[in-house]
Structure formats: C-alpha cells, structure tokens
C-alpha cells in the first residue's frame, strides 16, 4: 500500500475504453537497458494492469544513458521533439533533466528521495508543476541503519556508496549521517558516478575496512548491484541495501518499500495523466508497507548471527 495520494485504480475495460488513441510514453533512466529493464518491465506491468497494450493502445520511445548521466539532458530533450504524452523518468537525475526539458509535457517520476528538497516539487500534496510520481519516505534511511546496528551491536564504522551527482542520492547519505549519530555510528561516504569510478571505489572500501556496507536507492547505483554483492561477499562485509535485489542476489539484509512497486504504481499516475488529470494537482505518493528480507545463507557464510528479534519481524528469510 501507498499513500500521500489516494488515486482510484479503474478497471482495466474502463481504462481502456477512455482512451481512444495510442498514447506514446517516454522513458527516460540513467542505466542500460540490461541493467535497468526490470524497472521498465514493472512500469509497463502496471499500465497493462489498466488495460494498456503496447502496439494498440500505447507506445513506450525508450531512451538509456547507459550509466552516463551526462547524456539525460540530450535525451530528455529527445522525447521532448518526439512530442510524447508523458515523460517516465527513474530517478532523481533523470527527473532533473526532464524538468529542465520541458515545463509543459506532464513527467511522472518513480524511484525519487525528498522531491521537494530536490526542487522537484512544490510540496507532496500539491507538486505545482508538470512533476509528480512516487517516492521514498525519509524515516527508511535511519530505520535501515537501526536495524543494522541491531544485528551488528559492535557496529561503528559503515560504509555507504551514493552518487554525487544524483542531488536524491545525496540527500540520502545526509539522512543517514542524521540518523547515524544518535545510534553512535560513523558513516563514511564512498562516491560512485559510474562504470570508471568502480575498482577506485572498491580499492577505498578495502583500504577503510568498514564494519558493513550500505548503498543508497540511486538507479546507477543499483544496476552495479551484481558487482557491489560480490565485493561485500569477497570482503565478509555485512551489509544493508534499498532493493530486495541485492539480497536475492547475496546481500545480507533489505530494509524498505518495494522499488518494482513504485514503478508500478507510476502507471496509474501515466493512466490519471492520459484522462486529463494535472500533474500539479496529483499528490506524490510515498510507501507506508515496508518489508524486511534477510539472507541467513549469507549470514552463515559471513560468520553473523541474525538475532531471533530480527528474524521475528522479517517478512522473508532466505535459507
């Protein structure tokens, strides 16, 4: 569930029969298409749910930075040209380019931290412009590292990779140093802008020795999740992440809403925009289900034992 912005969801014959021409959707993400597809695919889940066919009722112009953010402004201003209905950006700094492309062509946003610190928005409740979409909560930073320290209580040192250049990312890695003093812990801040930064990066971490490891939700960030999983498993890092796909793929513990489902859910703002709704009028939603995965496969190989007051509140263990 999501709230901050109750939207209706209409059923898929209703959604379908009220729009009588082929809508034509730009997709706007700093990843690769082999990188950041599952994104996407749950974005275009979510408009199928409303009883969207692509080819028939709708048509998605995809457009990639594959892990170049410096690309987004061209690329933003090539969907502007395409005169597409909506714009569908993943991220915060995707969301900064489409908005300094364009002030007329509505953009939905999934995947954002704090869009009105961000000057994204106005406010969450009334976006102003032609910006709104789906974002994270600011309390899941701290309850992140909370939960770490719980299952660590020799924690003192952690690692958390962000994107500079990512103004959400950033923002992030503030909230987490906020939190992060009230529970005695040091955060050290490790910079990643893209594929060239990677090894420098992992050197950095290597060198440091942190006690765990943390990311934050950047899209750049997450489609090195493969890289950043092993690296943690060669280190014997413990570590927290953003994405439940960290943790399906070796990580150690997920705290947080669903991402899939904030692309998803995208949808039926792409769907209220098409009927005519405002951006501007659209409330931003924000999670209020979160859930907590942890692998003890990983917890055993690490050596960690995951107290028994955790395991109680997780909503999935991998075993």
């Known amino acids: 569930m999501i709230a901050g912005g109750l939207l209706v969801v209409p059923t898929a014959a ?10 034509r959707i730009g997709w706007l993400s700093p990843a690769s298409a082999s990188t950041g597809e599952s994104n996407f695919d749950a974005l275009r889940n979510g408009l199928s749910e409303l009883g969207y066919v692509e080819g028939r009722n709708i048509v998605f112009e995809r457009r990639w930075a594959d892990g170049t953010a410096a690309r987004l402004p061209t690329l933003a201003a090539e969907l502007v040209r395409l005169k597409v209905d909506v714009i569908c950006t993943a991220g915060t700094p995707a969301s900064v380019a489409a908005k300094e492309a364009t002030t007329t062509i509505p953009i939905v946003f999934a995947n954002v ?56 990312s950033v923002l992030a890695l503030e909230e987490t140093q906020r939190w ?3 529970l005695d812990v040091t955060i050290e801040a490790h910079p990643l802008r893209g594929p060239q930064e990677l090894e420098g990066m992992f050197d950095a971490l290597s060198r440091s020795r942190p006690d765990a490891l943390m990311t934050t939700a950047d899209v750049l960030i997450q489609s090195y999740r493969g890289r950043i999983v092993q690296f943690a498993a060669n280190s014997r890092l413990p570590s927290m992440f953003p ?11 997920f705290y947080g ?18 009927k005519g709704a405002k951006p501007a009028e659209l409330p ?32 999935r263990v991998i075993d």
């Open 243 to 253: 994405d439940q796909e960290y943790v399906t793929a070796g990580g150690l513990m």
């Open 180 to 182: 992060a003093k009230a």
């Open 257 to 274: 809403g669903s991402i899939p489902d904030m692309y998803r859910r995208a949808g039926i703002y792409v769907d209220r925009i098409l």
């Open 284 to 315: 931003v939603e924000q999670p209020t289900k979160f859930d907590m995965i942890i692998n003890l496969k990983t917890a055993r190989t690490l050596g960690v034992t995951i107290p028994q007051s955790i395991l109680v509140r997780a909503d």
């Open 14 to 23: 209703a959604s379908a029969q009220h729009t009588a021409k082929v809508a």
């Open 113 to 168: 931290a704090f869009p009105d610190r961000s000057r994204l928005v106005e406010s969450y409740a009334r976006p102003g412009g032609n910006l709104t979409g789906v974002a994270f909560i600011g309390p899941e930073y701290g309850k992140r590292l909370e939960l770490l320290k719980e299952a660590l209580p020799k924690l003192r040192r952690v690692g958390l990779i962000y994107n500079p250049e990512n103004r959400g």
